[in-house]
């Protein structure tokens, strides 16, 4: 059982989209929070992950918070939460915002954008993948600012970098499905960095990731993921991880500060006000679906969780996002 497979699984992507930069030094470019654009790369798109790969060339990225992370030729930087920075090669008479610009890329034109003074040349593929908020609360938590990889130390970080240049540098062609494999190349990019994130954590690291790689909690977590409206018990749950309630109890605290039961709980209720907002599904069959027994425990669950009643969690999100579709 894989407890980051399952919970990518149970997290919807919503969409993908590459484009490419060629920027001669000196030049600077700014990038703003992500959260606003997001509904603009594809409906229930609610958080964006952007990426910048270096195909040619070097670059610094700055944060807000003072910290640079310069990379080179065959780094991925990758920035989980979306956070706002400026990307440079030398002093730039003038840092170019993508304000004006980032609305169209993420619609889908992908003609290159080219800035600069005319010297040396860095060449990207940039890019934004989106996903529900939920993955905030599961793969996505306790992510640092930024995070880099390089896709040039083995086979397939090379097989990765070499599918995503082909498909951005096909983009007159207008081959048919490119679109998919664009999304999936995202996705496949992200899962990779965080597969490599996983790997490099001390041992000491607590958080959802260092949960998932634990062979005890990652086994409950994904037990819980692959079947959340199961009448779990801390016996069975147990019996999933091949432990005993109490060890893995403590290792629940140690990582994540929270029960076993806790966590299922944040867990059916996530699933819940997905389905409340995707569906036609009346409450009680989403009580039902997520592992309630009763109606009324499932409303006082939801409440105490967002505040508000699930009738009226719909309503809020259908005067935001439209009717929900049929699909599940």
């Known amino acids: ?48 992950v952007s990426y910048h790969l270096i195909t040619d060339g070097d670059a610094i990225a700055r944060f807000g918070d003072g910290q640079e992370v310069p990379f080179t030729a065959g780094d991925v930087l990758i920035v989980p939460h979306g956070d706002p920075h400026v990307v440079s090669n030398g002093r730039a008479p003038k840092i ?9 890329f993420l619609l889908g034109d992908l003609s290159t954008l080219q800035i600069g003074g005319g010297g040396e040349a860095t060449r990207f593929v940039c890019g934004f993948f989106g996903c529900e908020r939920h993955a905030d609360r599961l793969f996505l938590s306790g992510l640092p600012m930024v995070m880099k990889i390089n896709l040039r130390d083995d086979v397939a970080g090379q097989w990765l970098e070499n599918s995503i240049r082909h498909l951005v540098t ?60 199961r009448q779990w018990t801390l016996d069975n749950l147990a019996e999933e991880a091949a432990t005993s309630r109490s060890v893995m109890t403590e290792r629940f605290a140690r990582f994540l500060g929270e029960s076993p039961l806790t966590y299922l709980a944040m867990w059916r209720m996530q699933l819940a006000a997905r389905r409340l907002q995707t569906s036609r599904d009346t409450v009680l069959q989403v009580a039902l679906e997520v592992g309630y027994e009763s109606e009324a425990g499932f409303i006082r669950a939801f409440k105490r969780e967002f505040g508000l009643p699930p009738a009226k969690y719909r309503r809020a999100g259908l005067a935001k996002n439209g009717s929900p579709n049929r699909s599940t």
């Open 1 to 48: 059982m894989d407890a980051l497979s399952e919970a990518l699984n149970s997290v919807r992507m919503t969409g993908a989209i590459f484009y490419h930069a060629v920027c001669t030094s000196p030049w600077g470019v700014a990038m703003p929070p992500l959260r606003e654009y997001a509904h603009l790369l594809a409906p229930g798109t609610e958080r964006l």
């Open 96 to 104: 170019v915002s993508t304000d004006g610009t980032l609305d169209r």
């Open 170 to 229: 096909e983009a007159g062609g207008g081959r048919p499905g490119r679109s998919v494999l664009l999304s999936k190349m995202a996705e496949a990019l992200f899962i990779e960095a965080l597969r490599r994130y996983m790997e490099r954590l001390p041992a000491e690291q607590t958080g959802w990731l260092a949960a998932a790689r634990d062979e005890i909690v990652g086994a409950a977590i994904a037990a819980m993921h692959r079947a959340p409206g």
